[in-house]
């Protein structure tokens, strides 16, 4: 063989099997990303979701106390117990602020498997419930979304922005930086290779049922990703309140992104 077919050979397997392993070696890293070992630090709670459509939260160690000193959640009542676990500092409840808190340019809710789309005119065909599935992705849309829009409103008013400027400013910079996706393959890669879940780009990545979740637990393998796992969707949806109460985020008065659609593009 001569040396101008070898460079050929050469070049075209260059050409064709790097980008193949590229794709391979992103997707590996994806599912080290949501299965990352060894925790620094855990915290576990009990949530408690009273008949009256209350959430309340505890540590496990405030729930035991209840416990063994003769109270007990009212009858009818469901529990949900949720770890939180800490892969950046040590300490989960700073995992989780440092992770939502922090100023991005852009952020991803991966609303979960590509079946997730059924629920908007065959939720027979999704492995879960709607209904929670629904209201967990609208409701930490929300959540994330509003932080987001507060952190470009102070950027507003420190650029000179009078209040109603700086209000729309931060409006029109969180919708410019909203996305919402499923997690298929190509969104498996993107994470795997930091294209989305950095430090400039959120992504907060659901995982329920229909993705085979097998523990309940949230947790923040690296800057700018946050993965809720549920092995419910009605879990998902009460570790979203949890979330909210361990970063003691309180709602805008006549805030409205509390209702993002689910399937919308």
């Not at 075209?12 to 794709?23: D, K, N, R």
């Not at 952020?107 to 629920?119: E, H, K, L, Y």
């Not at 932080?147 to 000179?160: D, H, S, T």
Request: with cysteine.
């Amino acid at each position: 063989m001569n040396q101008k077919k070898l460079a050929v050979i050469l070049i075209a397997l260059i050409l064709v099997v790097a980008p193949i392993s590229y794709l391979v070696y992103s997707y590996h890293n994806f599912g080290s990303l949501v299965n990352p070992g060894t925790p620094k630090a855990s915290d576990r709670y009990i949530i408690i979701y009273t008949p009256s459509a209350q959430f309340y939260t505890l540590t496990a160690e405030e729930y035991q106390k209840l416990i063994e000193d003769g109270n007990s959640p009212p009858a009818g009542s469901k529990l949900f117990n949720i770890t939180v676990d800490s892969y950046i500092t040590g300490s989960p409840g700073v995992d989780l602020n440092l992770t939502l808190r922090s100023v991005y340019k852009q952020f991803t809710i991966v609303m979960g498997d590509p079946s997730v789309i059924n629920c908007k005119d065959n939720p027979q065909l999704y492995v879960g419930d709607c209904r929670y599935r629904t209201l967990a992705v609208s409701e930490i849309s929300g959540v994330v979304a509003s932080i987001f829009a507060a952190n470009y409103y102070v950027k507003g008013i420190n650029m000179g922005y009078d209040n109603v400027t700086a209000k729309q400013y931060a409006f029109n910079q969180t919708q410019l930086g909203y996305r919402k996706t499923y997690l298929n393959f190509w969104t498996k890669v993107d994470l795997g290779r930091g294209k989305i879940g950095n430090e400039g780009h959120l992504a907060v990545l659901l995982i329920g049922p229909a993705e085979g979740a097998k523990e309940n637990r949230i947790f923040t393998p690296r800057r700018g990703v946050l993965v809720i796992e549920g092995t419910t969707d009605e879990t998902l949806r009460a570790e979203v309140v949890l979330i909210e109460n361990i970063i003691s985020f309180k709602w805008p008065e006549g805030n409205e992104t509390r209702t993002i659609n689910i399937t919308g593009g």
